[in-house]
Nanobody, 117 residues
Framework: VQLQASGGGLVQTGGSLKLTCAAT????????VAWFRQAPGQQRTAVAN???????TYADSVKGRFIISRDLAKNTVYLQMDNLKPEDTAVYYC????????????WGQGTQVTVSS
C-alpha cells in the first residue's frame, strides 16, 4: 500500500483546509486510516482515526473542528480542517493499517500545514 498526501498550505487563523490521502496498491487490505501531525521539536501524534467499523475518534485539541472521512470508491481519505489555529501548524501524515493476517502500518509523506496568526 502506498499513500500520497496533499492539500497542505498556508492559511490564516480561522481558515479551512482539506487534506487528501490517495491510496494505491493492495487497498483492500486496509482496515483503518488516520491522520497524524508533527510540529517542530515535538513527537508525532494522532489527530483523527477511523477504524474498520468506520468509528471515528479525535484528539481533544481538534474535536469539533476536524473531520476525517473515507471514500472507498476513490481509495481516498480526507481530513477537513476548519477554524484553524496557529497551534495546528505541523506536518500532517496520513496513516493506514491492516490487521490480518498480521498488523501492518503504512505512512504517506507529510504535507505542511501552516496557520498564521
Amino acid at each position: 500500500v502506498q499513500l500520497q498526501a496533499s492539500g497542505g498550505g498556508l492559511v490564516q487563523t480561522g481558515g479551512s483546509l482539506k487534506l487528501t490521502c490517495a491510496a494505491t496498491g493492495n487497498i483492500f487490505s486496509i482496515d483503518g486510516v488516520a491522520w497524524f501531525r508533527q510540529a517542530p521539536g515535538q513527537q508525532r501524534t494522532a489527530v483523527a482515526n477511523m477504524d474498520e467499523s468506520r468509528r471515528t475518534t479525535y484528539a481533544d485539541s481538534v474535536k469539533g473542528r476536524f473531520i476525517i472521512s473515507r471514500d472507498l470508491a476513490k481509495n481516498t481519505v480526507y481530513l477537513q480542517m476548519d477554524n484553524l489555529k496557529p497551534e495546528d501548524t505541523a506536518v500532517y501524515y496520513c496513516h493506514a493499517y491492516s490487521v490480518y493476517p498480521r498488523r501492518n502500518d503504512y505512512w504517506g509523506q507529510g504535507t505542511q500545514v501552516t496557520v498564521s496568526s
